[in-house]
């Protein structure tokens, strides 16, 4: 299996929970409920006030290739 690149110049390594909403097509209370309780298919990092969210994880998440079990 060849390894994706966690970030490239263009794309940080992480998202934010609007990015993340958009990517998962919900809307932001629904999101920001969801990374409160854990229950987002990607963990949740909090940075102060603020959720992020791995890329790589979402993106494996998506393509069914990954679970929140596996973190």
Known sequence: MTETPVSSPTEPATL????????LD??????YDLAR???LPVP???VGREF???RLALE???EGEWTHDAF
């Open 37 to 39: 309780r854990n229950e």
């Open 16 to 23: 934010t929970l609007a990015e993340l909403a958009t990517r």
């Open 52 to 54: 992020r969210f791995s």
């Open 26 to 31: 919900i809307g932001m209370t629904k999101a």
């Open 60 to 62: 494996r998440w998506l």
């Open 44 to 46: 949740a990092l909090k």
